[in-house]
């Protein structure tokens, strides 16, 4: 699944934790990419770190334009952001950083 929202202020906890629950209400295959234009807030941030179960990955626009300028196969991009959640727990890491 996919959410996408341009902001003016980085997105908060809520709008995460309703799409993570849309997300986990699908079958237990489906996962979920919501792209951010303004960022991420500090609280959205920390939201799953209290054990929630955590079914969605997070990009910024600045990524897509990354990944498109230097023609970074999306594919090959999500692959990696899901691999480190997998190894790494951690749902939000900046394409720059893989």
Do not use: C, H
């Not at 951010?36 to 969605?56: N, P």
């Not at 480190?84 to 939000?92: D, K, L, V, W």
């Amino acid at each position: 699944m996919l959410e996408a929202k341009w902001t003016k202020n980085p997105v908060g906890k809520s709008s995460l934790v309703n799409f993570n629950s849309k997300v986990a209400s699908k079958s237990g295959f489906t996962r979920g990419l919501f792209i951010s234009d303004s960022g991420y807030s500090e609280e959205a941030l920390q939201t799953f770190s209290d054990g929630r179960k955590v079914r969605i990955i997070l990009m910024t626009v600045q990524e897509l334009a990354i990944i498109f300028e230097r023609e970074i196969n999306f594919k090959d991009a999500i692959y990696k952001k899901v691999r480190t959640f997998a190894e790494r727990g951690e749902f939000y890491t900046n394409i720059m950083d893989l």
